[in-house]
């Protein structure tokens, strides 16, 4: 896909609970586009990591130093002319808000699915810092996207190929799809 296509996002946040496939999507979705694939968990600082991996839930005050760095990454890329897939939970709203920070050139991708669908999959997962006891807390602090967030919204009860295809769909304007205040003429 070229990155001349009139209204395509600097930028793509694909979030979810863990276990959803957010760096697995979002790698392939960049490699698809062409574009900088960045996986959010990098910009965890070590005291977040070493909290979940003791299997303690992050509070928003540990987040917030977290979202702000990708948030810097995001206006860095996009001012640089790049285009990036960050994949980063933004369970929240205001997550989301203080990502996208009132820019119409970052999309949102939710990957939706069951608690039971990502508990056999975070069951399987081997070496990753988030523990699968951590699954009820993501759930119950997840917020999924409202309509004027203009999400991008997949099933993962899918392959990786299927919600790349899915996605890569969604994601390309069509001139009877425009939302307005999002995108651009």
Request: charged share 25%.
């Amino acid at each position: 896909m070229s990155d001349d296509a009139a209204g395509m996002p600097c930028a793509l946040i694909v979030m979810g609970v863990s276990g959803s496939g957010k760096s697995t999507i979002a790698a392939r979705l960049a490699e698809r586009l062409n574009w900088v694939y960045e996986d959010g968990d990098r910009f965890h600082p070590p005291g977040n990591v070493a909290k979940m991996s003791a299997g303690q839930p992050l509070t928003d005050e540990d987040r917030w130093p977290w979202l702000r760095a990708i948030a810097n990454e995001i206006d860095r890329v996009c001012q640089a002319g790049g285009r990036v897939v960050i994949a980063s939970s933004a369970l929240k709203r205001a997550y989301r808000d203080l990502l996208i920070h009132g820019r119409d050139d970052v999309r949102i991708v939710f990957l939706s699915g069951t608690q039971p669908l990502i508990a056999d999959r975070l069951a399987q997962r081997k070496d990753h810092f988030m523990p699968p006891g951590l699954l009820d807390s993501q759930f119950a602090t997840l917020e999924p996207p409202d309509a004027d967030e203009n999400p991008i919204t997949v099933s993962i009860d899918a392959s990786v190929e299927t919600i790349a295809d899915d996605i890569v769909r969604q994601l390309r304007p069509h001139p009877t799809d425009r939302v307005p205040g999002r995108n651009r003429a």
